[in-house]
Nanobody, 131 residues
Framework: QVQLVESGGGVVQAGGSLRLSCAVS???????????LAWFRQAPGKEREFVTV????????YYTDSVKGRFTISRDNAKNTVYLQMNSLKPEDTAVYYC?????????????????????WGQGTQVTVSS
């Protein structure tokens, strides 16, 4: 497993922006050279929801429909960090955002959606969007 630490959450008005970071570490990090890093979110009383995923080596990305055109996932392999740039935020984006890692391949957004398929999770960071 790898260790994941999220940061960058906060309170923002609707229409605003935030950038989340996920620092990746661990002695098995090299095994994730072929792996994938994802962002999920969970609002109060709701199930954990897939947001986006990126391949660690090639940078291929997939997004859930509700964030396409507003959110961008990226990674800096030298810094072992994955980012989530969130623009045009809406109150319905309010949730705890989690970073997750998996070694198994992803062939499309549908493949990436199941939380149980991920090997490691961060502790989460709260994002609150006020109207």
């Amino acid at each position: 497993q790898v260790q994941l630490v999220e940061s960058g959450g906060g309170v923002v008005q609707a229409g605003g922006s935030l950038r989340l970071s996920c620092a990746v570490s661990g002695r098995t990090l090299s095994s994730y050279a072929m792996g994938w890093l994802a962002w999920f979110r969970q609002a109060p009383g709701k199930e954990r929801e897939f947001v986006t995923v990126i391949s660690w080596r090639g940078g291929r990305t997939y997004y859930t429909d509700s964030v396409k055109g507003r959110f961008t996932i990226s990674r800096d392999n030298a810094k072992n960090t994955v980012y989530l740039q969130m623009n045009s935020l809406k109150p319905e984006d309010t949730a705890v955002y989690y970073c997750a890692a998996r070694a198994a391949p992803v062939y499309g957004a549908y493949d990436a959606m199941t939380p149980a398929d991920y090997d490691s999770w961060g502790q989460g960071t709260q994002v609150t969007v006020s109207s």
